[in-house]
């Protein structure tokens, strides 16, 4: 091989590896992002407080009506001797201040978790849900919901230039293989290993550096693996087309 032809073998290598770098970086964040998308979602509450007592019977009429409710996951009573025992245990000074209003000032309230898909239209559902009863008030986390929506759009950003990248690829393939003659196949076929190779030492490089992340499982979660070998299997393609165009033997 002559030392151009080395030189573009290797520029090659390197546009593998960098392939594998930026493909398994897309995965990783994607799936960071979808992952802490959904815990967050499945600790997302609203909470409905009532506006005075109800009897047990009463509370459970109420309860079977909000998990008829469209969109909603679950539903969970909460009695003002509840709530009071709650806050004894989180916030005992403040729970000693209330006793002075009376022997047990706080609401019963309902705890609704709402399908993730209500969140795209949460003052839509909320609304459904105020005219389910006479709340005194309903309460929710507004900052919560924008992170989840934006984890929401993030990952399907993701997601969508990783399968326009990867169409791309195998446009640039399907062009390759117009060009390809039987010979120049077969010579491609040693350089698309090692482009596999090299895309696979990018993406190891990427998750070696975010490693540590695995302590914190509410964030980590390893890509899918057939994804993975996706993105392999691009890079390889990658090498393989390129070496048509580009690479002298």
Not at 25 to 50: I, K, P, Q
Request: proline share 4%.
């Amino acid at each position: 091989m002559s030392s151009e032809g080395r030189i573009r073998v290797a520029s090659l290598l390197a546009l593998a590896a960098a392939a594998g770098l930026a493909g398994e970086t897309l995965l990783l964040v994607e799936r960071h992002c979808a992952r802490l998308e959904s815990s967050l979602s499945d600790d997302f509450r609203m909470v409905a407080f009532m506006s005075a007592s109800l009897e047990e019977s009463r509370a459970k009429v109420l309860e079977e009506k909000l998990r008829a409710a469209p969109d909603v996951l679950d539903v969970r009573y909460i009695s003002a001797d509840e709530a009071l025992a709650a806050l004894k245990r989180e916030d005992p000074e403040l729970a000693e201040s209330t006793a002075l209003v009376g022997d047990n000032p706080l609401p019963a309230a309902f705890e609704v978790r709402p399908a993730p898909r209500a969140l795209t239209r949460l003052g839509e559902w909320i609304d459904g849900i105020r005219r389910l009863s006479e709340w005194s008030d309903l309460r929710w986390k507004p900052g919560q919901v924008q992170t989840i929506l934006r984890l929401r759009f993030y990952s399907y950003l993701l997601r969508v230039a990783l399968s326009t990248l990867l169409c791309l690829i195998a446009a640039l393939a399907l062009g390759s293989l117009r060009l390809a003659a039987s010979g120049a196949a077969s010579k491609g076929a040693g350089l698309a290993l090692w482009a596999a190779a090299a895309g696979a030492g990018g993406a190891a490089f990427v998750l070696a550096m975010a490693w540590p992340l695995h302590r914190d499982e509410l964030l980590w979660a390893w890509p899918d693996p057939l994804a993975q070998l996706a993105l392999i299997g691009a890079c390889a393609t990658l090498g393989w087309s390129l070496s048509l165009w580009r690479a002298e033997y």
